[in-house]
């Protein structure tokens, strides 16, 4: 039997989800006294933080996330360009 996986369509870019969650938790930490709980938010906040970077790099200059059509085009059209 073959399982079917859910798959949804995001309504929210990966950049915004990733600041959303990031100052969710850093109001927990906030809270928090030094322990190993804050100490695990820091880290998840780090990798948060880290994740938003390297989307941004990632990212084809002077597209934005929501205009998708337009970065793809601007990509195929760099690839057809190159010579490898």
């Known amino acids: 039997m073959v399982v079917k996986r859910h798959r949804f369509k995001q309504s929210q870019p990966i950049?915004?989800?990733l600041a959303q969650n990031t100052a969710q938790l850093r109001e927990k930490a906030e809270?928090?006294?030094p322990c190993g709980a804050r100490e695990a938010i820091m880290r998840r906040i780090t990798q948060n933080e880290a994740a938003f970077n390297l989307s941004e790099v990632l990212r084809p200059?002077?597209?934005?996330?929501p205009n998708k059509s337009q970065c793809l085009s601007s990509i195929t059209g760099q690839l057809s360009?190159?010579?490898y």
């Open 31 to 33: 809270v928090l006294p």
């Open 15 to 17: 950049e915004e989800r």
């Open 81 to 83: 360009r190159k010579r």
């Open 61 to 65: 200059r002077g597209c934005s996330p």
